[in-house]
């Protein structure tokens, strides 16, 4: 069958869903006129393109418009809807909702009626199931997570997930279950499966593999799974539909046999119960995104194999990628949609044309091939969609894949197919019991020979084009073994010389990074790496530090300014994490870890920048711990920055004394608070950059009005990592300009990135 227009109605679906997430609004009457325009001369694969597109655009801009509007944010809302995921973790419960009612409950404020879908956190919550309709007062926010240029970006996470907001149940006496649910046949098999005689290692993985509950995964098991490249093997994917779908049809055909000697290769019902057999596993999962992708894979895998009017495999890649994107236009900004389309491309491209592998001796040698090839492939993907690297998992693959896709999964389902008897049951159940176990201590085993590996940030890209190009030049057919040879340790050569940007003596490149409600700055010189600050711990126990760098880093200094929780509460985390030559801290203020005190007049200089601390002075140990902070001023040939951590007016008076003015980056004491930041020492240091360390809608009202005033009436240029993101720039170079990781959006241009939190 020709499917030529696979192809350009898949790339209007991707051109449409960039357009809705543009703004479609704006484009409406070109859009009307680009219609009929394809009418009027009979454009009709143009006008089909369009439609697609328009489809696209459309499902993305409700989303966008659906989003809760910032008017209320921090605002009591009554809110209905029905619960479609639930996930328990210490206490803490996190349900997502399909919203079926939104109504602020005050009056004069914006309406939330657009809301469709939301995730809120209930601590102490009574037992939910899906399918359950509730109605809450909560407090919401839009979707944000932290900007910073590194690390998991959960505001990115929220929107490819379709959440217009997250929030937390404001008072559960309000609470009520307007309406119960009966337990799908997922919920059963949950139910079955947590009575059984299992480890709890095999209770969670069987969850997971043959009924898609990934959400019964612990961190640790992610954790694993993710040093070892084997995350594909734990949900619902593409190896495990495909699996379903493939013994489905042997089965069956070799029944078609069996009844019709003579005619059962035209027998064409194996092949349709082959698919709906591949559409009840996936719905067993709740046709969540990796097992859709998988089955509208495997269902044309089984068109194209059929050879009835089939398409190409090329066509059937296009037209799978049509479908997807136009039934979830959403999923072309989630990195699992292109690592599967990566990996069946490369699949085709390597097999086709080849014959089938016969006996066992040609799989297993096709299946080494295939993962050898796939290897740099989907390395350079993860590299660029996850930030690391799995340097075991190609090795690892060649084992895991088919144990796990291959015994491991045919046991869990056949455990399923003789459920109606717990005895027979737990025979092929006790085998998955025992082979998980064998292979969590075989993944335990080569995580710790080669643990997971994540580069630093400038290194990404060149990686990955470099792995790419590997992939290449094994994949095209037709290259001269020696030239595939010589080019393969050419790259691979250009992958160990690749230095990072080097700093010029002299100069300091500072970050300030977003950790919300705290402070943590990074200071960068040629050959120093220093941090003021940790950031803060959350009542979660989650701490921005740890998503900020990769394990094992090493630090020369790390200055902690108080031993308040948002100042201080990164110090176990970096401590566990990372290598410390020197830890700093007030004196006589315990941190937790060992500190040289901070006093004023200690300092170094390193690679032509002066550092020095200007508080506290010795004997201050009566004061608050606000005004005991330490207070470094770096000096990059005639510029100046100054962290002041919470000090008050207080410790500014005694600071004017002998300091050097003007500042050019001040970051503003207490995060914007009335106690510091006083008008004499606004007057007095005038500095150029003011950056405010504060979280979006802190309850505290940072950075205050006032303060901004005052900034302002001196001429400063104000940022704020609420709405600015983490900020970056260099001391000791002409004219420092500040790098903001989001867009400017401030009133004035990019000057003025900064709402006052009151």
């Not at 698919?275 to 046709?287: D, E, H, I, S």
């Amino acid at each position: 069958m020709n499917l030529g227009w696979a192809m350009p109605l898949a790339l209007a679906a991707l051109v449409g869903s960039v357009w809705g997430w543009w703004g479609l609004a704006g484009g409406v009457c070109v859009w009307g006129l680009a219609v009929l325009l394809a009418v009027a001369r009979g454009r009709w694969r143009w006008l089909a393109m369009l439609v697609v597109a328009g489809i696209c655009a459309w499902q993305i801009t409700e989303q966008r418009v659906g989003t809760l509007p910032e008017g209320l944010s921090r605002q009591d809302v009554t809110l209905a809807g029905r619960v479609t995921q639930v996930s328990e973790d210490q206490g803490l419960t996190r349900v997502r909702v399909a919203v079926t009612h939104c109504a602020p409950r005050e009056t004069d404020l914006p309406s939330c009626e657009a809301l469709s879908k939301v995730r809120l956190s209930w601590y102490d919550a009574p037992v939910m199931h899906t399918g359950e309709r509730w109605r809450w007062c909560v407090r919401m926010r839009p979707p944000q997570g932290f900007a910073n240029d590194y690390g998991f970006d959960y505001a990115a996470w929220l929107w490819r997930e379709g959440i217009q907001a997250t929030g937390y149940v404001r008072d559960s006496s309000v609470t009520q279950r307007l309406m119960t649910a009966s337990p799908t046949m997922r919920d059963a098999g949950l139910a079955f499966l947590d009575t059984q005689p299992l480890s709890e290692l095999a209770t969670r993985w069987l969850a997971a593999l043959t009924l898609g509950a990934s959400e019964r995964l612990t961190q640790d098991d992610w954790d694993l799974l993710n040093a070892t490249g084997t995350t594909h093997l734990m949900v619902i994917s593409g190896l495990h539909v495909g699996l379903v779908a493939s013994v489905t049809l042997v089965l069956l055909r070799l029944l078609a046999r069996g009844m019709t000697p003579g005619h059962w290769r035209l027998a064409t019902w194996p092949w349709w119960l082959a698919g709906l057999a591949t559409l009840g596993y996936a719905g067993m999962a709740g046709f969540e995104p990796p097992a859709l992708r998988a089955t509208v894979m495997a269902l044309l895998g089984l068109w194209v194999a059929s050879g009835r009017h089939a398409p190409g495999p090329w066509q059937a890649w296009w037209l799978a990628l049509l479908v997807i994107v136009v039934s979830d236009p959403l999923t072309m900004w989630r990195p699992g949609l292109w690592l599967s389309f990566l990996a069946v491309g490369v699949l085709i491209a390597a097999w086709q044309g080849r014959p089938a592998p016969r006996g066992v001796r040609g799989w297993l040698w096709a299946l080494a091939r295939s993962q050898c090839l796939l290897a740099p492939f989907m390395a350079a993907a993860v590299l660029i969609g996850f930030e690391r690297l799995a340097p075991v998992g190609p090795l690892v693959n060649l084992v895991a894949v088919p144990l796990v896709g291959s015994i491991m999964v045919p046991l869990g389902l056949l455990g399923w197919a003789l459920a109606w008897s717990s005895s027979l049951a737990m025979i092929p159940w006790g085998i998955f019991d025992g082979l998980a176990q064998g292979v969590w201590n075989g993944l335990t085993l080569a995580a710790a020979w080669l643990p997971v590996w994540s580069p630093p940030i400038w290194e990404t890209w060149p990686l990955a084009l470099i792995l790419a190009v590997l992939g290449m030049v094994w994949l095209i057919p037709g290259l001269w073994g020696y030239l595939r040879l010589w080019a393969s340790v050419s790259l691979i050569a250009l992958a160990f010389v690749l230095r990072p940007p080097a700093i010029a003596p002299g100069r300091v490149v500072v970050t300030v990074h977003d950790v919300g409600q705290g402070q943590l700055v990074e200071l960068r010189s040629a050959t120093q790496h220093l941090l003021f600050d940790t950031g803060p711990r959350y009542g979660s126990g989650f701490t921005p530090a740890e998503s900020l760098w990769p394990p094992g880093r090493h630090f020369d200094d790390i200055i902690v300014s108080h031993s308040d929780r948002d100042h201080a509460g990164g110090v176990e985390t970096l401590d566990e994490m990372h290598h410390v030559a020197r830890w700093w801290g007030p004196p006589e203020m315990p941190l937790g870890v060992a500190t040289r005190a901070c006093r004023r007049g200690v300092g170094w200089q390193r690679d032509g920048v002066d550092y020095r601390f200007l508080s506290p002075v010795g004997g201050d140990v009566t004061r608050s711990d606000n005004d005991r902070s330490c207070v470094l001023q770096v000096t990059a040939d005639d510029q100046r920055l100054l962290i002041t951590g919470d000090a008050g007016d207080f410790v500014e008076k005694r600071l004017l004394a002998g300091l050097e003015t003007p500042l050019t980056v001040l970051v503003a004491g207490h995060h914007g608070s009335r106690t510091s930041s006083s008008q004499a020492f606004v007057a007095r240091t005038r500095p150029e950059h003011v950056i405010f360390s504060a979280g979006r809608d802190n309850a505290h009202g940072h950075p205050h009005s006032e303060v901004v005033r005052r900034f302002r009436r001196a001429g400063s240029c104000l940022w704020n990592t609420a709405t600015d993101g983490a900020l970056r720039f260099t001391l000791g170079v002409p004219a420092p300009r500040m790098h903001p990781a989001r867009p400017p959006g401030g009133v004035e241009g990019a000057c003025i990135g900064v709402e006052s939190g009151d």
